[in-house]
C-alpha cells in the first residue's frame, strides 16, 4: 500500500485529505512539521507521494526541501499569500475541494511513483 505525507498545519486539510485518501486504499499519514516526517521516515515509513501545504515556515525548511527534491510533491498553496514555491510535481491553489487533491494523488500514483 502507497504511503502519502500529509504536511499540513490546517488540521481540517490534514483530517480531510487522510480520512479520503485511506477510503481509496491509500495509507496517508497526516504530520504538523518536518519534524514528524522526519520521524516516520526514520522509523522506515518512506512515502511514495507528499501533500505540502505551502506556508512560508514549511516551504523554507531545510528537511522540506530535501523530501521534496526526492520525493513526488503536491504544494497546496493560497492565492493570496506569496510564498516562494520550490519546484514540484504539482502546486494546487486554495479554494479547491479535497476530491480535486485525490484525483491528482491517484493519477500520480497511477503512474508507477508507489512505494
Given at each position: 500500500m502507497a504511503i502519502v505525507f500529509v504536511i499540513a498545519r490546517d488540521w481540517?486539510?490534514?483530517?480531510?485529505l487522510r480520512a479520503?485518501?485511506?477510503?481509496?486504499g491509500i495509507n496517508a499519514l497526516g504530520m504538523e512539521s518536518a519534524d514528524d516526517a522526519g520521524r516516520a521516515i526514520a522509523a522506515g515509513?518512506?512515502?511514495a507521494l507528499t501533500v505540502i501545504e505551502a506556508i512560508p515556515e514549511t516551504v523554507s525548511d531545510p528537511?522540506?526541501?530535501?523530501?521534496?527534491a526526492r520525493v513526488?510533491?503536491?504544494l497546496i498553496a493560497?492565492?493570496?499569500q506569496?510564498?516562494?514555491?520550490p519546484p514540484v510535481d504539482t502546486v494546487l491553489y486554495r479554494p479547491l475541494r479535497i476530491g480535486e487533491i485525490v484525483a491528482r494523488i491517484r493519477e500520480l500514483l497511477g503512474?508507477?511513483?508507489?512505494a
Open positions: 481540517t486539510l490534514r483530517a480531510g479520503e485518501l485511506r477510503e481509496h515509513q518512506i512515502p528537511a522540506i526541501e530535501s523530501l521534496v513526488p510533491t503536491i493560497s492565492r493570496t506569496t510564498v516562494p514555491l503512474r508507477g511513483h508507489t
